[in-house]
Structures are given as C-alpha cells and as structure tokens.
C-alpha cells in the first residue's frame, strides 16, 4: 500500500502548478481512506463489448433502467459533471465505447 506523502508548497523546489497539488491531494485522501490510487487491476464483471452487444440502444434509452448491476473497465475519454448528472465514455482497449450516466439522486452523496 502507498503511503500518503505530505506535500507542502512553500518547500524549495516545489512550486508545483495548482492542477498537480490538486491530484496529489486527492491521491493523499484515497490513502489516507485506504484506498489504492493505483490499483494494478480493476475488478470487472464484464467487458464494454459485451454490454454493446446485449442491450441496444432501445432498451437503454433516456430513463431507461436494466436493474443489472456491471462493473467494467476502460479508458474514460469525455467527462461531463453538472453535481446531479454526471456523463462518462468509457472506451475499452479493443475500441468499443459506452457511455454512462450516474444519478446523485440514485447514488447519494458518497
């Protein structure tokens, strides 16, 4: 487990951009909440592809629910966050993208 190093801006040589300190906080509070920043992999229960090819675009229009519950992995290539909504692509190593949306009212805050 990586532990969280404490960074302090007003030390020499480490005027870091506000964007960079931003990340390393973040990745300080995963620590500090026990969670690996860097997982070496990521459990997933199916591949993008595969959610592609069983639900077409009709059964997962606006306001549409499966109640399946997936997990997958891919590389998030457009982000989109209003506070309620939040929009993300995700395009797995073969090409295949998916785009989903996650609910504050359905989720909650954490």
Same mark, same amino acid.
């Given at each position: =487990? $990586?532990?969280?190093? !404490?960074?302090? &801006? +007003? %030390?020499?040589?480490?005027?870091? &951009? !506000?964007?960079?300190?931003?990340? @390393? /906080?973040?990745? /300080?509070?995963?620590?500090?909440?026990?969670?690996?920043?860097?997982?070496?992999?990521?459990?997933? $229960?199916?591949?993008?592809? !595969? @959610?592609?090819?069983?639900?077409?675009?009709?059964? @997962?229009?606006? /306001?549409?629910?499966?109640?399946?519950?997936?997990?997958?992995?891919?590389?998030?290539?457009?982000?989109?966050? $209003?506070?309620?909504?939040?929009?993300?692509?995700?395009? %797995? #190593?073969?090409? $295949?993208?998916?785009? %989903? =949306?996650? +609910?504050? %009212?359905?989720? #909650?805050?954490?």
């Amino acid at each position: =487990m $990586t532990e969280p190093v !404490e960074h302090d &801006p +007003s %030390a020499s040589g480490d005027d870091l &951009p !506000e964007q960079m300190q931003v990340r @390393l /906080d973040k990745r /300080d509070k995963m620590i500090a909440r026990g969670l690996d920043p860097y997982p070496i992999s990521v459990p997933r $229960t199916h591949e993008v592809s !595969e @959610l592609v090819a069983a639900y077409d675009a009709e059964l @997962l229009g606006p /306001d549409r629910h499966t109640g399946d519950h997936v997990a997958v992995a891919g590389r998030v290539i457009f982000l989109r966050n $209003t506070g309620k909504l939040c929009f993300a692509r995700l395009r %797995a #190593g073969d090409g $295949t993208e998916l785009q %989903a =949306m996650f +609910s504050l %009212a359905d989720l #909650g805050e954490e």
